[in-house]
Structure formats: C-alpha cells, structure tokens
C-alpha cells in the first residue's frame, strides 16, 4: 500500500508490505525508556508530500517521576535542567501532579474499572524548551492489559486537546484499532472535518503507532508513523540520545514551520483556525 512505513535495521524507516507494529510484546507495560527512531508523515491529497525526522521519546510512570529523575542521574523532574520533565506541559497544565487529573478523566468520560499503570510517551524539555505535537497516555488495568489510549494533540497556537479511546488488548497478538472524529484544528493545510484511524501495539521492545487521517467520504489524506527501539532510561542512554539529537525540541517547532512553508509552495488549501472544542476531551 502506498504510504506504508517500517523501522529497518539501521533505526531509519524503509517501505515494506508488512505489520509495522511489529511482534507483540510482555503483557504490561515496560519500565520507564527511552525510544529513539523516527517521526514519518507522508501526505498524499491533493499531492504528495513526505516528513521524516530522527527523534528520541521518554516512556514514564507517571506514578514514579520523582524516583525515575533520581534514578536517572540526568533527567530532572520540575526542575530547570537540560533534560527535564515538568507536569505543567501536560494534563490540566496548571503544575499540579497528572494522575488525579488522569484519573478524574478516565471516570468522567466513562473507562469503566480500576486503572493500574500508566504510562506516558513524550519528548521531554531540552535547554527548557519542548513542544509536543503528540503526547500519548497508555492506561493499563492493574493485571497488566491495556485498557485506554489517551492521545494529546498540541498545536502551535497554544491550545491541545485529548482523545480518549477505549483499548482493551486483543487476542492473538492482533493491534489495537481506533478511530474517532476529528475534531481539534492541528495544521492550517488540513480541515478540521473527517476521522483519525490509529493503529498500535502497547510498547515494548519496540515502539510503533500508525494514525491515519480520512476525509469525510473515508479516502486516506495524510498518514503519520511514530516507530523507535526501546533501550534502559539512564544517564548514559540520554547522553547518547542527547549528542544525537543536542537541539530536537526545538527542531520540532522549527520543522513543522520549514514544512508549512513547503506545503504552501506547493499550493496546498489554507484553512482558517476555527475555535478550538467546547471540551477538552473527547472520545
């Protein structure tokens, strides 16, 4: 199918016909990681146009960040550091701790049963700056099974909004697949109408999500990959991930700038930014 995306033997995306999710992994959700790979958009209505960027991500329990920065030895947590994580880039964006709010979410929107770990994938703060296009919470139930995907959508204007999809694990290895309306304004060259399809594995030794965006009559309009490997978060792998990638948060904000741009040369439909969903959440 054109458009599809693997992770190959040297971390960079290669076309191939086959599941890019991957095998399935341990039941339950790993430690904290680090997972360095790749970001691959290809649009393909009215033309084709294709991103590819070399990023590292942290998995965190958000039950545990205190204890995973003092593990870390690098990775400070609501402290000024080179690498850092602060709660009030993500949730309710007020500084307080996430899971109350998680938790206040998932009863309010209906994810019915406890919830055990939780397991947040996101780029942290480099020099104090980061900005998250897509921060993803998976939700597991204590005995280890994925039971919902919050998806954490940022654009450049200030604003997010969340996806809460239900996601109890299937048998047999099978991936996970959802779908929802859109319906949060992400980029002035996409309309705000038509559907997110998304399909994924809980992470482990690998990570991979594939989201497909469809217009209103179901036609593939732009679809994204996220894939990367997984390794220990430590001093020692941030360090590495770091020299790789010294300025990535900020080569983030500057691509997706660099690629409007593009987009905008190549004649592409400018959408005006309506305002953004009476709720924050949705599902």
């Known amino acids: ?33 680090l997972y360095t790979g790749a970001v691959v958009h290809k649009r393909l209505q009215p033309f084709v146009h294709t991103l590819d960027y070399s990023v590292f991500s942290l998995l965190l329990d958000i039950d545990c960040l205190a204890q995973t920065s003092r593990q870390s ?16 880039d993500h949730g309710p964006r007020d500084g307080t ?13 209906g994810v019915d049963g406890p919830i055990g770990p939780v397991r947040l994938l996101c780029f942290p703060r480099l020099w104090g700056y980061v900005f998250n296009p897509l921060s993803i919470y998976y939700c597991y139930r204590p ?35 959802q779908t929802t309306e859109k319906v949060f304004h992400v980029s ?42 997984r390794a220990d978060l430590s001093r020692a792998t941030v360090l590495r991930a770091l020299l790789r990638h010294p300025l990535m948060t900020w080569k983030v904000t500057a691509g997706i700038h660099w690629e409007a741009l593009k987009l905008w040369l190549k004649g592409a439909v400018y959408h005006p930014k309506p305002a953004p969903p009476e709720h924050e959440i949705t599902r």
């Open 188 to 229: 002035p060259f996409m309309p705000v109408d038509g559907r997110y399809a998304f399909t994924l594995k809980p992470p482990s030794e690998r990570l991979s999500l594939t989201i497909r965006y469809q217009d209103a009559d179901g036609v593939d309009r732009m679809i994204a990959r996220h894939m990367g490997k």
């Open 73 to 88: 030895g690098i990775l400070k947590y609501n402290k000024p550091g080179v690498v850092s994580f602060y709660d009030k």
């Open 1 to 33: 199918m054109d458009g599809d995306f693997t992770l190959g033997r040297t971390g960079r995306p290669d076309r191939a016909a086959v599941d890019p999710a991957g095998p399935v992994g341990p039941v339950g959700p790993p430690e904290p990681s």
């Open 143 to 177: 005995g280890g099974q994925l039971a919902a995907v919050l998806y954490e959508v940022c654009n450049t204007f200030g604003e997010w909004h969340g996806y809460l999809l239900k996601a109890d694990t299937p048998d047999g290895g099978d991936p996970i697949r």
């Open 97 to 109: 701790p996430i899971r109350p709010w998680l938790d206040r979410t998932l009863t309010a929107q």
